[in-house]
């Protein structure tokens, strides 16, 4: 079963008195880059959201964006520190009392003034035990991650549609390939027989043993017979990693390497227009399957 490196999945959760959405969304990477958007004022929480991606993913440019909202009725917002404002209490006291005893005159202090003081007024999540929360997102992110999966295992199986397309696509131009090649099999000896005469009748004590051998070397060397093979080979090969269910998306990208290499060689030694023809859409064809495969985890 093909999977795909591109998925999307969105959820939303509710625990220890805030309520969450989130998203968990990728493309295609030669490795795994996890890149998350959390609120770091909860303790520990990219750490082990990051931990759980990094076990149940194995490969794509994976991005998770999380955003929270406390729920209604749960504490919000500032609140009195009393032992800060105790103590600022008894400082603008002593402040006064000996601003008096050198003559001064203060203004009055006023709420707002006490506010503003460094301690006096601190919001909630400063001081809360922020552990609850990030055991309530860790335990809905495998939800998450399940929709995740199923999201890349649907783009997988429509990938794995359109490259199977292509592996036969690739397989009647070889088909192609072979009968040209064979087509062309006796006006290439003809023609190599034709070259040996004009080469005996312009040449006055010619080795005629040599110019055979050397003729023969050049018919080696035009033979497509070995291309044709391994591009059979491989159309095989990629047959067995559609159908395999593990990961394959490393080793597929490898063996479109080889099947450009094959088909290049081919191309050089068509010697033939018909052939050549055939080599170019083949190149097109495995281009394509190419960029197909490049998602593939």
Do not use: C, Y
Not at 239 to 246: G, I, K, P, S
């Amino acid at each position: 079963m093909t999977i795909s490196m591109t998925g999307f999945a969105a959820g939303r959760g509710q625990g220890a008195g805030f309520t969450w959405t989130w998203d968990l969304r990728s493309v295609n990477g030669k490795g795994l880059d996890l890149r998350l958007r959390v609120p770091d004022w909860v303790d520990g929480l990219e750490a082990g959201l990051r931990a759980e991606l990094q076990k149940a993913l194995g490969r794509g440019n994976v991005s998770l964006s999380l955003r929270l909202s406390r729920d209604e009725g749960a504490q919000t917002g500032p609140r009195l520190n009393g032992e800060a404002l105790d103590a600022v209490l008894r400082l603008a006291a002593e402040v006064a009392a000996r601003a008096e005893a050198s003559g001064l005159a203060l203004a009055p202090v006023t709420a707002a003034d006490l506010m503003a003081m460094r301690g006096v007024v601190e919001t909630t999540a400063a001081e809360e035990d922020t552990a609850p929360l990030a055991g309530a997102i860790l335990a809905d992110l495998p939800a998450l991650i399940q929709a995740f999966n199923a999201s890349r295992a649907a783009e997988g199986l429509a990938l794995n549609g359109v490259i199977s397309g292509q592996v036969q696509s690739v397989t009647d131009l070889v088909g192609a390939a072979k009968t040209a090649a064979e087509a062309r099999r006796p006006k290439a000896r003809e023609a190599l027989g034709e070259a040996l005469t004009r080469i005996g009748q312009n040449a006055e004590g010619f080795d005629e043993t040599r110019v055979a051998q050397e003729l023969a070397l050049m018919a080696v060397k035009a033979d497509v017979t070995e291309e044709i093979d391994r591009l059979t080979a491989h159309l095989a090969a990629a047959r067995a990693l559609l159908a395999d269910q593990a990961p394959v998306g490393r080793k597929f990208d490898f063996l479109m390497q080889e099947f450009l290499r094959e088909a290049n060689t081919l191309l050089s030694k068509s010697q033939d227009i018909g052939l050549t023809r055939i080599g170019l859409d083949l190149k097109t064809v495995i281009d394509q399957m190419r960029e197909q495969v490049q998602n593939v985890e």
